[in-house]
């Protein structure tokens, strides 16, 4: 119980935090005689994407290939309040993409195949008191959050040469939630970096069927017939996020999200890593090329001598909708 005390509470401070918010742009920040909402201490930005591509082949293709169809779809989404010194970022990330490819089994027979190629959901929300010297540095408390959406499986074959698959995760199984407090360096409006002090490390795995099915005893760092494992230790955040060009018609997005517990020198894994990299590059009013990069270390979630760092990438020429 004492371990959840820290993250109870840290929630409860951020939803009481919104609603005095809430109240502000009601209340304190409206002339007496209207009643027309006053958004300029909000900053607010929604982008909904879709990329798509197709290859193919002839079937005597000499050099060996298939024919593949990807694509993906994601939503950046950010609400970010400043008033004095007070300020509430949130952030939403989701991006979701598949590939369908062309094979043959045994017999020569052609299928499809279809797998997941990127699957993730990041949630980040911190609230921030800066000091009045220097005013770039603030007191912050905050949240984040970090699963899967879909299903995830391991492929193999079967005797005939046709793909078959196993489960080996789902939603929050696993996930990640690390409610932290400490301080924020902003110096500029497009970059900024975080050290919690105190944070703590949930790991969930909630879907008990999987131990099952995977025959493994512990997941993710979480013994089967527990939903969650918690760690204490510093959580270590720093980005950037910056608009290139003489038009702005670049955009460059970078960000690091760690992990070390208090007796890391103890722990087999010392600093969980995650890396998010984003480029966009307008085209169209509504086309774009998008590189999008995650790139994951945690030696929780990889199996004894497999590399720990994890990386899921998408590249393609798309839709870009912005509000």
Request: proline residues 3%; without cysteine; positive net charge.
């Amino acid at each position: 119980m004492k371990k959840l005390f820290l993250p109870i509470s840290l929630i409860a401070i951020l939803v009481l935090f919104s609603g005095k918010l809430q109240g502000a742009v009601y209340t304190d920040s409206l002339p007496k005689d209207s009643v027309a909402k006053d958004t300029s201490y909000w900053k607010k930005g929604t982008e909904l994407g879709l990329n798509a591509a197709l290859s193919g082949t002839s079937p005597n293709w000499s050099a060996g290939a298939a024919n593949n169809l990807s694509g993906n779809v994601f939503l950046n989404g950010l609400r970010n309040y400043k008033k004095e010194k007070n300020s509430w970022d949130n952030v939403l990330k989701i991006n979701i993409g598949a590939i369908s490819s062309r094979q043959l089994d045994n017999f020569g027979i052609s299928y499809r195949s279809t797998r997941k190629n990127i699957d993730n959901l990041f949630f980040d929300s911190k609230y921030g008191h800066a000091f009045s010297k220097p005013k770039w540095l603030s007191l912050y408390a905050g949240l984040n959050f970090q699963t899967q959406l879909l299903n995830g499986f391991a492929y193999s074959k079967d005797s005939i040469g046709r793909e078959i698959r196993s489960q080996t995760t789902s939603f929050m199984s696993s996930g990640m939630i690390v409610p932290a407090v400490g301080f924020e360096a902003k110096p500029v409006d497009w970059a900024y970096a975080r050290i919690g002090v105190g944070a703590i490390k949930i790991t969930t795995f909630l879907n008990q069927k999987l131990y099952g099915i995977r025959g493994e005893k512990k997941i993710a760092g979480v013994d089967s017939g527990k939903l969650f494992h918690s760690e204490l230790g510093f959580q270590l955040q720093a980005g950037i996020a910056k608009d290139l060009g003489k038009q702005k018609q670049y955009n460059f997005k970078l960000n690091y999200l760690g992990f070390a517990p208090y007796n890391f020198s103890e722990s087999h894994s010392p600093l969980d890593s995650r890396v998010d990299v984003n480029f966009v590059a307008k085209v169209g009013k509504y086309i774009n090329f998008n590189y999008t990069l995650i790139s994951v270390f945690d030696k929780d979630l990889a199996k004894p001598g497999v590399n720990a760092w994890q990386n899921s990438w998408i590249v393609g020429l798309g839709f870009l909708y912005k509000i």
